[in-house]
T-cell receptor
Framework: GDSVTQMEGPVTLSEEAFLTINCTYT??????LFWYVQYPGEGLQLLLK?????DKGSNKGFEATYRKETTSFHLEKGSVQVSDSAVYFC????????????FGQGTTLQVKP | DSGVTQTPKHLITATGQRVTLRCSPR?????VYWYQQSLDQGLQFLIQ???????AKGNILERFSAQQFPDLHSELNLSSLELGDSALYFC???????????FGSGTRLTVV
C-alpha cells in the first residue's frame, strides 16, 4: 500500500545551520506531496506542496523538490532559526478520488540558539 | 485561526463512556476529514465526508462513527471508550480532493 517514510528524529541543530529532513514515499499513480509543520500544542499547518514530478514547493525559506526517479521529497532550509523548532510531517495524497492524506511518522526538529 | 474550528479543545472522560467531537470546516470547504494522532500510531486517517456523504474510510474502529450535517459541520462519535483511545483528534477540511487541507487545532481526549 501507499506509505511515507521520514528520517527519524529528533534532529538537533544550532541556529543558522542547514536543515535536511529526508522523506521517501511509495505510491501507485502520481501522488501529490506535502510538508506539514506542527508547533507545540497546535494543529498541523501546510508548509509547502508539490503536485507533479520536478515541481519545487517553497515557503518561509523551506524548499522541497518532487523527485519521481528517487521517490523522494526532502525538506531543506538554508539557515534555521529557533522559531523553526517543531514537528515536521511529510505526506502524500494519492491520485484516487478520496483525497485522504497519508503521513510519515514525523520528525522533531530542535534548534538551539 | 485556520478557519477550521474544533470543540472541545480538551476532554477527559472515563472508560466505557461516549463522547462527541465537533468540527466546523473552513467556509466553502465541502470535504471534512478526521485523523487520530497518538504517540505510538502517529497520524492515522479515520474517515472522510464530502458534502454530507461518506467518501472514504480508514482505520476507524467500529466503536467510532461520524456524520456530516447539511450545514457541513461534522461530528465524530466515540463510544465504549478505552484507555487506548486517548489521543489528539484532528479535523481537516478541503475545497477539492488532493488540494491540501486546513487542519483544526484538535481535540485532546484523555480516557481515565
Amino acid at each position: 500500500g501507499d506509505s511515507v517514510t521520514q528520517m527519524e528524529g529528533p534532529v538537533t541543530l544550532s541556529e543558522e545551520a542547514f536543515l535536511t529532513i529526508n522523506c521517501t514515499y511509495t505510491a501507485t499513480g502520481y501522488p501529490s506531496l506535502f510538508w506539514y509543520v506542527q508547533y507545540p500544542g497546535e494543529g498541523l499547518q501546510l508548509l509547502l506542496k508539490a503536485t507533479k514530478a520536478d515541481d519545487k514547493g517553497s515557503n518561509k525559506g523551506f524548499e522541497a523538490t518532487y523527485r519521481k526517479e528517487t521517490t523522494s521529497f526532502h525538506l531543506e532550509k538554508g539557515s534555521v532559526q529557533v522559531s523553526d523548532s517543531a514537528v515536521y510531517f511529510c505526506a502524500l495524497s494519492t491520485s484516487s478520488n478520496t483525497g485522504k492524506l497519508i503521513f510519515g511518522q514525523g520528525t522533531t526538529l530542535q534548534v538551539k540558539p | 485561526d485556520s478557519g477550521v474550528t474544533q470543540t472541545p479543545k480538551h476532554l477527559i472522560t472515563a472508560t466505557g463512556q461516549r463522547v462527541t467531537l465537533r468540527c466546523s470546516p473552513r467556509s466553502g470547504d465541502l470535504s471534512v476529514y478526521w485523523y487520530q494522532q497518538s504517540l505510538d500510531q502517529g497520524l492515522q486517517f479515520l474517515i472522510q465526508y464530502y458534502n454530507g456523504e461518506e467518501r472514504a474510510k480508514g482505520n476507524i474502529l467500529e466503536r467510532f462513527s461520524a456524520q456530516q450535517f447539511p450545514d457541513l459541520h461534522s461530528e465524530l462519535n466515540l463510544s465504549s471508550l478505552e484507555l487506548g483511545d486517548s489521543a489528539l483528534y484532528f479535523c481537516a477540511s478541503s475545497a477539492e480532493t488532493g488540494a491540501g487541507y486546513t487542519f483544526g487545532s484538535g481535540t485532546r481526549l484523555t480516557v481515565v
